[in-house]
């Protein structure tokens, strides 16, 4: 059974650093593109980065370029997101997401593998 799992959520001071991973298992991460999405209380889940299954190209949403590096260990099944320089808008669940994306892994509403989620809450 396909499964994607996050981990590495937790409270952090604004301009902290966290890195949250996406163990998968039941399928090979190598063949599809990855993508993390976050979704804040009363607001639509938004796509935050995602990169290729070769990892030769990425994607941010302008609220993280600079900010969030996303990245994928494909020998470990994993893949990542370490976000640095967090601020108070960052804090939301977040999800990672596969699938196989034809084009570009930027398109957001083509993803239908899901992990559960891991909350992140950037707080003084």
């Known amino acids: 059974q396909l499964q994607l799992v996050e981990s590495g959520g937790g409270l952090v001071q604004p301009g902290g650093s966290l890195r949250l991973s996406c163990a998968a298992s039941?399928?090979?991460?190598?063949?599809?593109?990855i993508a993390w999405f976050r979704q804040a209380p009363g607001k639509e889940r938004e796509g935050v980065s995602c990169?290729?299954?070769?990892?030769?190209?990425?994607h941010y949403a302008d609220s993280v370029k600079g900010r969030f590096t996303i990245s994928r260990d494909n020998a470990k099944n994993t893949a990542y997101l370490q976000m640095n320089s967090l601020k108070p808008e960052d804090t939301a669940v977040y999800y990672c997401?596969?699938?196989?994306?034809?084009?570009?892994?930027?398109?957001?509403?083509?993803?239908?593998?899901w992990g559960q989620g891991t909350q992140v809450t950037v707080s003084s």
């Open positions: 997401a596969a699938d196989h994306i034809p084009f570009h892994c930027s398109r957001f509403n083509m993803y239908n593998y």
């Open positions: 039941g399928f090979t991460l190598d063949y599809y593109e």
């Open positions: 990169i290729s299954r070769n990892g030769g190209s990425t």
